[in-house]
């Protein structure tokens, strides 16, 4: 009896030792994913963007004597506007960082972290005060912080943004009420530790391929087009994979379902109505009727302020990708 009470103790000890070795090796090599540099291209466009010759043609024809201040004034206004529906019906800022946008949770699972999406507001705290275009452009499209170290934001969402667009949303966010808040620094618990370590939880700064490739500076113009819908359906490949077809969601809370395959293949869209598709997004729930669950069943918010032409040309779009099993 002594003797088997020996080696179960010895297996004890070496299982404990083994997994002590594991969690210092995590531990190590997530630190250095996280302290490690990115190196990004430097952009720099305008905030707000000038209003077009077009647009420019018409404000002389209302106002002849409009001066060179009432013409910023104008192209500022316009900017806050199409930035706060950007905000509003598609890049769902508010779900990481507050509805007030002076901070928000990402993460707060003690097994895995506490990680907060940070204030971007002008207040006390506030993360923004001293950004330039090319650090917006480095945080947002690419996930790197203005010192170069990975960040938690979810990037790859965001790679398709053109210029203008994160032009438009920095001047509505320039123009929220400030927001005295203090939001404490990422801390990992051991699984997230883990899930860094062994590229469970990918950083985008790390999946992002392309960090010198120029971004678009326009989007393509608001019609219900397939290029425009494709454009439009870039903030879905974070979650349902750059070819769409879905499956586990990278880096999500594993409680979270597969997505859903969004192209016109028999375990996705086939057999879709365009009336299904609204239905989903505006209503979280499926062709079948069964009620789609988080993070899905957030989108209902932001579906609300999606316009027509928007919703046909997404549709559009993905009547025409290719179709696609999903992942195994």
């Known amino acids: ?63 002849p004597e409009a001066a060179e201040a009432e013409l910023k004034k104008v192209a500022l206004e ?59 452009d480095r945080i947002v499209r690419h996930g790197v912080l203005p010192d170069g170290r990975p960040a938690a934001m ?25 927001v005295d808040a203090e939001i404490a620094r990422p801390t990992l ?14 950083l985008s700064a790390n999946v992002i391929t392309e960090h010198q490739a120029p971004h678009r500076i326009e989007p393509p113009a608001a019609a219900e087009t397939t290029e425009f819908g494709k454009h439009l359906v870039g903030v879905c490949t974070g979650c349902h994979g750059a070819d769409l077809s879905g499956g586990p969601v990278p880096g999500g809370d594993p409680s979270w379902p597969p997505a859903l395959n969004l192209t016109p293949h028999a375990d996705g869209l086939a057999g879709w109505s365009y009336e299904d598709f609204v239905r989903a997004l505006k209503e979280g729930k499926r062709k079948n009727g069964a009620e789609l669950r988080v993070p899905m069943s957030a989108m209902k918010a932001y579906a609300a302020n999606i316009t027509q032409t928007e919703l046909k040309a997404m549709w559009a779009y993905l009547q025409t990708a290719p179709a696609r099993p999903s992942p195994k």
Not at 2 to 22: M, R
Not at 168 to 177: E, G, K, M, R, T
């Open 154 to 178: 979810p990037s790859l969402d965001f790679v398709a943004m053109t210029d203008r667009e994160l032009s438009d949303i920095v001047a509505y966010l320039l123009s929220v009420p400030p």
């Open 78 to 136: 316009r900017a806050i506007a199409r930035g706060k529906h950007l905000v509003d019906a598609r890049y769902a800022c508010s779900e990481c960082h507050g509805k007030n946008f002076g901070g928000g949770v990402m993460v707060d699972a003690p097994p895995i972290g506490k990680i907060l999406g940070v204030n971007l507001t002008s207040g006390k705290g506030g993360q923004i005060a001293n950004y330039q275009p090319a650090d917006w």
């Open 1 to 63: 009896m002594k003797t088997v009470l020996k080696v179960f103790g010895g297996l004890v000890f070496l299982l404990v030792v083994a997994a002590g070795g594991a969690f210092a090796w995590g531990k190590s090599t997530a630190a250095g994913k996280l302290a490690a540099k990115v190196e990004t291209h430097r952009v720099d466009f305008p905030i707000p963007f000038p209003l077009t010759e077009a647009e420019l043609a018409e404000l002389k024809a209302q106002q």
């Open 189 to 202: 618990g051991p699984v997230g530790t883990m899930l860094i370590a062994t590229g469970k939880l990918p």
